[in-house]
């Protein structure tokens, strides 16, 4: 009971001893770092792009060698399947041969005695004489 509580007292301030710097930051030598850093960095794109000069040009006027194999054979096709240089002809092409088949005699097999008619023929004789019907077992 000897203690006396005063609630509406103000708190005692933690940081009362602690101050900020008062002396301002040297700005010369980070100047100074900074344009150093930019001279070096110009010099150093300098020095790469010479490189790349010197390595572009010379590899320019290397000759790649010439194989024997490949200066014999230059026109020599490889070996099927091929990739199509002109597709849209090939297709053309395709449709062609097969129309042509289609609307065509010939032979399929001749020592069999099978032939091939035209589309318009084989329906006109399909209405004609109908077609063949399989007989139910009675």
Same mark, same amino acid.
């Given at each position: 009971?000897?203690? =006396?509580? /005063?609630?509406?007292?103000?708190?005692?301030?933690?940081?009362?001893? =602690?101050?900020?710097?008062?002396? %301002?930051?040297? #700005?010369?030598? #980070?100047?100074?770092?900074?344009?150093?850093?930019?001279? $070096?960095?110009?010099?150093?794109?300098?020095? $790469? &792009?010479?490189?790349? @000069?010197?390595?572009?040009?010379?590899?320019?006027?290397?000759?790649?060698?010439?194989?024997?194999?490949?200066? @014999?054979?230059?026109?020599?096709?490889?070996?099927?399947?091929?990739?199509? @240089? !002109?597709?849209?002809?090939?297709?053309? %092409?395709?449709?062609?041969?097969?129309?042509? #088949?289609?609307?065509?005699?010939? &032979?399929? %097999?001749? !020592?069999a005695?099978?032939?091939?008619?035209? #589309?318009?023929?084989? /329906?006109?004789?399909?209405?004609?004489?109908?077609?063949?019907v399989r007989?139910?077992p009675?």
């Open positions: 009971m000897a203690e =006396v509580h /005063m609630p509406h007292a103000a708190p005692r301030d933690p940081h009362a001893g =602690v101050h900020h710097e008062e002396s %301002d930051v040297n #700005i010369g030598p #980070i100047l100074g770092f900074g344009a150093g850093l930019s001279i $070096v960095a110009v010099f150093v794109f300098f020095l $790469v &792009w010479v490189l790349f @000069t010197y390595l572009s040009s010379r590899e320019a006027a290397r000759v790649p060698p010439q194989y024997p194999m490949a200066a @014999t054979e230059r026109d020599r096709l490889p070996p099927e399947p091929r990739l199509q @240089t !002109n597709p849209r002809q090939d297709l053309s %092409d395709l449709r062609a041969a097969e129309e042509q #088949i289609l609307g065509s005699y010939g &032979w399929v %097999d001749r !020592n005695g099978v032939v091939r008619i035209p #589309i318009e023929e084989a /329906m006109r004789i399909v209405v004609q004489k109908g077609l063949p007989q139910e009675r």
